[in-house]
Structure formats: C-alpha cells, structure tokens
C-alpha cells in the first residue's frame, strides 16, 4: 500500500514525541499523544513521552512518567539516558549493563542500550497503531527518526538496529535534531521568508535534556525561487545539558541535606537528583523567593522521616547562568583536563559551560545573523536572553535575530515529518553532506595507515572508491578494518592518507566483514562508500580479481566482537606473515629441545629476534597466534620440571589477560585440560602455575573462579608453599562473591596483626590486600568490589606506621587504590577516613597530583585500569568503560 502519512519522531535523551504529517498538498504537522501510565491505576495521554524505563516487582519494563516517577523512589531499577549510551563507545551498545551498575537488578533483565531505546521506540509505535493501526499501519508509513548532528556514523547504526528491533520499516530514514527543528520553521514561517532572503549564517542552538548541539548554516543565493540553505558544521558531541545541571544542584543541596557533612546513600542521591529537575524549573521561571526540597532519610520508608532544606531561587538560578552559561571571549576554548563529572557512567563533557563551547565551534566564522533555540534545556526565556546577550558581545554588539520556535519540546518530531513529506516528494530544502570525514586504517602497523575513506561534506548518494595499492582482503574468515571520525577541521579528499593529528581523531567501532571464496588467502580490493538516500554511511570492499567478482558491505561491530583464525596471519598482527612463521618454528624448536635452549626466558628472547620487536611490543592478536604452539599438545609438560616450567611461563604470557580476543575462552578449556597432566610436585612448577593462573584468570567466568579460589584458600589456610604467589592469585580472582572475599580479607587480616605482632615482613600482604580492595577492577562488575568499611579497617591498623620503610612501601599503592573516589558512592570511604588517608599519603612522599583521586572523582584512564592487572597488557587489549 502507498503511505498515508510521513512520520517523525524524537528519540530524545529525556523525552520522546511522535508528530506526523498527511501526505497531501498543504497539510501541517501535528503531534500524537501518547498514552502512558501515570500512577499505578491510572492512564493519561500527554504530547511526550518520558525516555525512562523502570523494572516492576513482577519484572516487566514500565515506560514513561509511571517510570519516572517510580524511578525516584528506587533509582537502582531506573534507565535514564539510553540515548546518550548509543555513542559510548567504550561499552558495545549492545552488552546488557543498563540499569548501569544496579545491585538491585539481576544482570539476565538487565538492556542493552539499544534495547532499552527499542523499548522506547516501540512504545511510541504502539501508540501510532492504537490511532491510526486500521487505516494506516506503521511499518507501511515513511518513517524518519532524529539523531543528534553529532552522531557518528557508528551511533547512528546503532540507533538503526534499535529501530529494527522495535519493529520499524526497512526504509527508515535518519535526520539531524537540528535540522529537524529547522524544517519545522520553515514549516511554520515560510521558505520564502523576509528572514532567509536577507541573511548569510543561520545558528542552531539544541539542548536537551543529555545532549548539546550547535549547528551552522549558510544561506546562499535564491535558486528555483528559494534561497538555497546549507548545513555547512556541527559540533562535536557534547554530552552536556539538562541533566548536567539537575547532577549541579543536586551536588550543591547534598551538603546543606547530608548530616555531619557525610555523603547521601545511593537511594536518597537518586531522589535528590530527580527533585533537582523540578527545581531546576521552578528558579527559572521565577516567581518564588524560597524553594523547599526535602528527601528520605537513611533508613527510612518514603516520607516516614525527611532531610529538608530552604534554597534561595536567586542562589539556584546564579548557579544555573554562572555555571553552564558564563560569560566568555569570542576566542575561549573548552577545557579539556581529566576531571569531570561523571555520573551512572556516562563521560559527560568535563567543562559544564555551554558558552565556551558555543564559542570555540564558531571560532573564525564571522557574523551569525539569525538564530534558532530549541530543547527543553532552552525553553526558559531566561536561558535564551543570555546567550542572546554573549552572542552580541562576540559580535560587537550586533544582536542575531532569534527565529521564533514555540514548542522547543515537539519542533524536532513536527520537523522530522516535514522533511519525511519533501522527500517523498523529492525536494530536499537544507543541502547537508557528512559532518565529519571518516578514515581507515590499512596496512600492517597495529593502527595501519589512515586514509579518508568518506570526505566531509560528502552528499547522501555520492560514491567514492578508493584504491590503495596492495590492499587485499582476507578471505574465509572474518576481516578487520579499524574506523575513525575525523576532527572538525580535517578536510582530506578521499583516498588521501592522513598522518598528523591522528590524536584528534575519535575512534569507531571495528567495520568488519566475512568473505567465503575457494582458493587463496586474499584478494585484491578497493573501498567504496557512499552516505545512502537513508542517512547511513555504508563501505564496501569491492574485488578487483576479474576471476573472483563481488561486492562485501562492511559493518560496524556493535558487539564489541572479532572473531579470526588465531593461527592465520593478519593485517591486526602488527608482523609479515613470514616473521609469524619463522616466530613459531622458534617457539616450537625451544619447547622441544633440551638443557639451556629449555629455559623460558631464552625462548622469549629468541622470539624477540625473530619477530623484530620486544616482547612488550607483542599486540593481542600476535600473542594469541604465537599461543597455538604450546596449546597444541602435552608433551612438553610431561618432560619434567625444566620443560614444565617453561612452558607455563611462556603459555601464561601469550594468553595474559585471558580475555580480549575472540576464542579466548576456548583457548583457557584447552589451557585447563592440558593443566590436569601437570605434575607440580616440583616447587618451582608451583610457582610458576600459580603466576599462569594470575595471568589468566581475569578471563574465567564467576563460576570457574569461584571453583579455584576454594581449592587455592584451602591449600593457604594448610600452610602449602608459594604463599606468597598464592596470596597474589587469590586476591586478583575479582569475580567471586563477596562472601569469598570477605573469607580472603578476614585470613589475611588475622596473618597481617600476626606478623606485625611478631615483627614479621608484611609486603606480601600487602600486595594481596592491594588487589582484594581495589576501588578499581580490569574485569568485572562493581558488585564485586568490596565494602568502603575493609578498606578504612585496614588503614586503621596501618596508620601509625612509618610507609617508607622499604617492607611498608606497598601501602601507598594499595590505598591509592582503595580510596579512590569512583562514581558510586556506596563504594566510597567516608569523607572523614578519606581525608585522613590522603594526608597519610601526602607524609609519605606521595605528589598532591596523585592524591586528587581520593578527594574528588576523576575518570578512570585505560593505563589506571590495566594496572590492577599487576603487569603490562598486550597492545591492542580494549577495556570496557575507558
């Protein structure tokens, strides 16, 4: 059937809203309501639907204002922001960790960040039917969801999948907020406007709930009897908005709520951040002198005990203007250091002014003669006035002419279906090539070789192939290519290399393919991409062997995934296939030979001169492919002490962390049957079994590590030997309950007030305590860390010693770990014992720059988080939630 109606919709951080079009000559725009529960028992109908998910006691996903406002009392069953998790890169969008970090719900019902979007997508869908499901089916309709501008290419795939999964037509179509709301005053003002024909630059300032945008058009000249538009820039993705702001207040309100200074628990933050929204609005729309908020208090149930306050409207409302829109120059720049505020795990923009940011995306453009507001973040008057006022200042008094938008809330939806209606007519009003170039890398370097790949500003439709000369593609098993977003300003043509500021580039999820030819180990090919009439950008290798035709679509690997022939070579090895041979040979004839050859750290070295690279240089893949050769057979272990030791030194290094690369855990089953013909009997076997496990173990699952820590506590309480290496093994097992854990401390602790009875070295227990307390973990969820009060009863018996002494020197790192400051504050220690951790550090020498994790929260580097692994990590390794 022919469609009816084009229909927009607004996938929004905060909201969402569903507005739709009849597709006939002058029809308008309208809105859909959207019915949701409101309380337990009651259903209304409102012209937006909250983006929160909530968990009920029966287990069933409720959406809307009922989960919103369930969500403020048990925020730990609440999805807020399923959006914003769509470009976090750091998490594959499709793992299943939302509600982020939740103690409360199980980790089987936890969503992904596109089923959670899903869920909102197909609410919205339901809604759609319930109205118009018997004349005009939804997946029958044009179809267009907004993104915002800077979306990459990767997010915006992933926000396609959610689609799908929801149930949407294949022929949906993607827009910019930004644009989207523009579409909308063209709707409502005209094309032909007095404003377009007398103008040059047009902003686009959209902030959300989660997001900011800026977008820049040119207004050129009139072409068929319109003026021609262009959306020439946008800004880079900001996660920076309303819910900044709420996170402000609520930090502000904590001191004057929290008794004794002390910090809220996790349930009465989740409440106090949710009535920040409300005060939010209501200093901003003015009219009240005094605003009361009030909270739970610990313990208690909901309002059978309250903490309260009195906030000054005028005092919320500075910290609103002075915090997210002071004034600035024309020429500031954002900041850029590593601390931030970073709440439920999202990397919100670490400089909160919206000014700074606006300033430098429109540094060197000249006169911005009209502007457009939109989002509920910049609904208030208020909001608009200043950044009117510092928009005049930049331009030396010359205020833009604010184009009028009465719905900063419905103008992305309304506009959405606009542009759904013009392109089924095939009039497209705002010209937009690609925001931002994307490039490749090729070539045998870990990185390879970056070359352009997709221009900025290229136009939906327009193709380009890229030739490089010996590029191949591997055939019969999956093929790699590591993807990029360009920064703003990097103009290179297609097929043009880029050398220089690779820092500034943003990386992409890994594009991938599978090819299944007969013959050969690769083909020659040549890259073609085009961003297609639905918005999304699509690569292909195309071959270049008459004999061998075809085209291979390449796609981004949302999962977090790669899965290759560990024993075949390839372009992400870093070596030429001949070095890997010649490196296997090596390794081979070392295990098998006898006397000194035998010796694992002479085998290492060996290898070093195959490979043409040290050891610490070996990328993941490299290592996992060297690794076939001593999980190929046994004979090695049954050759005796030498050769067993040996061999699990060089097993335990290949395969280090046990995770990473695909096939992982197959390799560890093969690991594990070939450690059940090990004879230990010898101590140094022991040892070096031990120090395999501690290497490996981060890749076993909970229960093979619970499994392990029982056999290995029980051989420690027996006084076996290798303690020391046994104590490491068991302190780095970070998937065990706490009940284990609890058990380990409780041994350890009663060891440690033994051996400073007895004037003992403690060093060893200190190393273990140092992985068991660790605020920071390599693998596994935070529900595994242990409790805040551990760790302030082992500094308690530590505190009055002297921490330079050489056998005490493991107590700065072992607290720089254990009081650190993480973004859930039921792990933290108290303000109190922190304090006096951190000036305890400070008398031992330890630089203020690296005690300002304990006092405040500071992101977590990939170089902080590989080192609880105790030694360096393979190149390549990527870890979730950095």
């Excluded at 929160?52 to 807020?80: D, K």
């Excluded at 954002?334 to 700074?356: F, H, K």
């Excluded at 030429?576 to 035998?598: P, Y």
């Amino acid at each position: 059937m022919e469609p009816r109606y084009s229909i927009g919709i607004d996938l929004g951080t905060t909201n969402c809203a569903l507005a739709f079009v009849e597709l006939t000559e002058g029809a308008e725009s309208q809105v859909l309501p959207i019915r949701q529960r409101e309380m337990e028992r009651t259903e209304v109908k409102r012209s937006s639907l909250p983006s929160f998910l909530y968990l009920t006691e029966e287990g069933n996903w409720e959406v809307g204002l009922y989960a919103r406002e369930r969500g403020r009392e048990q925020p730990e069953r609440l999805i807020h922001s399923a959006k914003s998790w769509l470009c976090h890169h750091s998490i594959s969008p499709q793992a299943k960790t939302l509600p982020w970090r939740s103690k409360r719900v199980a980790e089987e019902e936890k969503l992904s960040p596109i089923e959670a979007s899903a869920q909102l997508l197909k609410h919205l869908k339901q809604a759609w039917e319930e109205r118009f499901g018997r004349e005009a089916p939804f997946v029958e309709q044009l179809v267009t969801v907004t993104v915002p501008a800077s979306f990459d290419a990767a997010a915006q795939a992933a926000t396609r999948e959610a689609a799908n999964l929801a149930g949407y037509p294949e022929s949906l179509r993607l827009l910019e907020e930004p644009q989207a709301a523009f579409y909308r005053w063209l709707e409502v003002t005209g094309e032909n406007s007095k404003e377009l024909r007398t103008c040059e630059r047009i902003l686009v300032v959209d902030i959300g709930g989660g997001t900011s945008d800026f977008s820049l058009f040119a207004v050129g000249d009139v072409e068929a009897g319109m003026p021609k538009i262009e959306r020439v820039s946008v800004s880079e993705h900001l996660l920076l908005g309303g819910d900044n702001i709420d996170l402000a207040l609520a930090h502000a309100l904590e001191s004057e709520l929290a008794p004794d200074g002390e910090a809220l628990s996790v349930d009465q933050w989740g409440f106090l951040t949710s009535r920040a929204r409300e005060l939010k609005e209501r200093c901003l729309s003015g009219g009240e002198e005094q605003i009361s908020v009030s909270i739970p208090s610990k313990g208690s149930a909901l309002f059978a005990g309250t903490l309260a306050t009195e906030v000054a409207a005028d005092q919320a409302r500075e910290l609103v203007l002075e915090g997210f829109y002071p004034s600035c120059p024309r020429d500031a720049k954002s900041e850029r250091s590593q601390e931030g505020l970073l709440e439920m795990g999202l990397p919100y923009a670490t400089d909160c002014a919206v000014t700074r940011h606006l300033a430098e995306f429109l540094g060197g453009v000249g006169q911005v003669d009209l502007v457009l507001f939109n989002g509920g973040s910049l609904s208030p008057r208020l909001i608009q006035e200043r950044l009117l006022a510092q928009l005049a200042a930049w331009q030396d008094g010359r205020e833009p002419v604010v184009l009028e938008n009465g719905e900063t809330d419905l103008a992305v939806a309304r506009g959405a279906a606009c542009y759904g209606a013009q392109a089924r007519r095939g009039v497209r009003r705002i010209d937009a090539g690609a925001a931002r170039a994307v490039f490749l890398a090729v070539g045998e370097e870990s990185e390879g070789r970056r070359v352009c790949v997709l221009p900025k500003g290229a136009q939906p439709e327009q193709r380009f192939e890229v030739e490089i000369e010996g590029l191949r593609l591997a055939v019969n098993r999956r093929a790699r290519f590591l993807a990029f977003q360009g920064a703003n300003d990097m103009e290179e043509a297609a097929g043009e290399f880029c050398n220089q500021n690779l820092d500034a580039m943003r990386r992409l999820p890994a594009l991938d393919t599978l090819v299944q030819l007969e013959g050969g180990e690769s083909i020659p090919v040549r890259l073609i991409s085009e961003v297609n009439e639905l918005g999304l950008l699509t690569v292909s290798c195309e071959s270049l062997d008459d004999s061998k035709p075809g085209v291979w679509p390449l796609e981004f690997n949302l999962r977090g995934e790669f899965d290759f022939s560990p024993d075949a070579a390839s372009r992400e090895l870093g070596v030429s296939e001949a070095k890997l041979g010649k490196a296997k040979q090596v390794l081979k004839r070392g295990l098998s030979s006898k006397g000194q050859g035998l010796k694992g750290s002479r085998i290492l070295k060996d290898l070093e001169n195959a490979l043409g690279a040290a050891k610490h240089e070996w990328n993941l893949d490299l290592c996992r492919a060297l690794a076939t050769v001593p999980l190929e057979g046994s004979a090695v272990i049954s050759r005796g002490a030498d050769a067993a030791e040996s061999w699990l030194q060089l097993t335990g290094y290949l395969l280090r962390p046990g995770f990473g690369a695909a096939g992982d855990e197959a390799r560890l089953d093969r690991l594990d049957e070939l450690l059940e013909e090990l004879d230990s009997a010898s101590a140094k076997v022991e040892v070096q079994l031990l120090i395999l496990l501690r290497r490996v173990v981060a890749g076993y699952p909970a229960v093979r590590q619970v499994e392990l820590f029982e056999r290995q506590f029980a051989s420690l309480q027996n006084g076996r030997r290798a303690e020391a290496e046994r104590v490491r093994l068991l302190a780095s097992l970070e998937k065990v309950g706490l009940s284990q854990k609890q058990r380990l401390y409780g041994e350890l602790i009663q060891r440690l007030d033994d051996q400073l009875k007895d004037g003992k070295p403690i060093s060893v227990l200190l190393a273990g305590f140092g992985g068991l307390l660790s605020r920071v973990l390599l693998q596994a969820s935070d529900d595994c860390i242990m409790p805040p009060d551990t760790v302030e009863t082992l500094f308690d018996r530590l505190r009055k010693l002297d921490w330079s002494e050489s056998d005490l020197s493991g107590a700065v790192p072992l607290f720089l770990k254990s009081a650190r400051v993480v973004d859930d504050r039921s792990l933290n220690l108290s303000r109190k014992t922190a304090g006096k951790v951190a000036s305890k550090l400070e008398k031992s020498g330890v630089p203020e720059s690296r005690l300002l994790p304990l006092r405040d929260y500071v992101p977590v580097t990939r170089t902080e988080r590989a080192s609880s692994f105790g030694e360096s990590l393979p190149p390549g390794l990527l870890l979730d939630g950095v």
